[in-house]
């Protein structure tokens, strides 16, 4: 077990020698700087992106509402329509079979 503490405060003291050191110290306060300036350029990317996303979605939304309002009526018209054309075109089919279509 002390080799095993003696391990982990070597490790420490390493990472504290490495921080001290002025060149990784400049390198790791640069890349933190530039995973920041990144970070807030996607920030600033995504928000009208996804205002955009909400504007289609809202008017999608509407869109869908009065298909919905139209769709009704038309389904009736359409039934409507294939009741009477089943209806007057009875006669013609009954006569048609019986011609010789046996």
Not at 76 to 92: A, K, T, Y
Request: with cysteine.
């Amino acid at each position: 077990m002390n080799r095993r503490k003696e391990t982990e405060e070597e490790e420490k003291s390493k990472w504290k020698e490495m921080i001290m050191n002025p060149t990784l110290a400049t390198l790791l306060t640069i890349s933190v700087t530039v995973i920041a300036a990144i970070l807030v350029l996607v920030l600033i990317f995504f928000i009208p992106v996804l205002l955009q996303v909400r504007r289609t979605a809202h008017e999608a939304e509407k869109l869908i509402d009065s298909l919905r309002l139209e769709v009704a009526p038309v389904s009736r018209d359409v039934g409507l329509i294939s009741r009477m054309s089943r209806v007057s075109c009875n006669p013609f089919i009954g006569r048609s079979i019986g011609r010789g279509w046996n």
